[in-house]
């Protein structure tokens, strides 16, 4: 089975924290990377997403979270009104 990954970058103006996790995260730029599996058995190409991750570097180490779309979409939308007012 094919599958495919790719990079964006969101940035968060405040600290904030993700579901499932207590600690805190500095605001900044973080790197998301998105994993998609190509669906078999269609006559056109089609992925679905298998996995997002939130990549997180620091104190010399990274980890990569996983995370709903849905979650990240809701950490950013959070953090939009603090942009708003920037």
């Given at each position: ?33 998105v ?35 849905n ?13 708003d007012d920037a």
């Amino acid at each position: 089975m094919n599958t495919r990954s790719t990079r964006s970058t969101v940035t968060f103006c405040h600290p904030f924290t993700l579901k499932g996790h207590s600690d805190v995260l500095p605001a900044g730029d973080y790197e998301v990377l998105v994993e998609e599996e190509e669906l078999q058995g269609v006559s056109f190409l089609a992925y679905r997403k298998k996995a997002t991750y939130l990549i997180i570097m620091g104190h010399g180490r990274t980890e990569m979270r996983e995370i709903s779309g849905n979650d990240l979409e809701s950490v950013l939308n959070r953090d939009q009104p603090a942009n708003d007012d920037a």
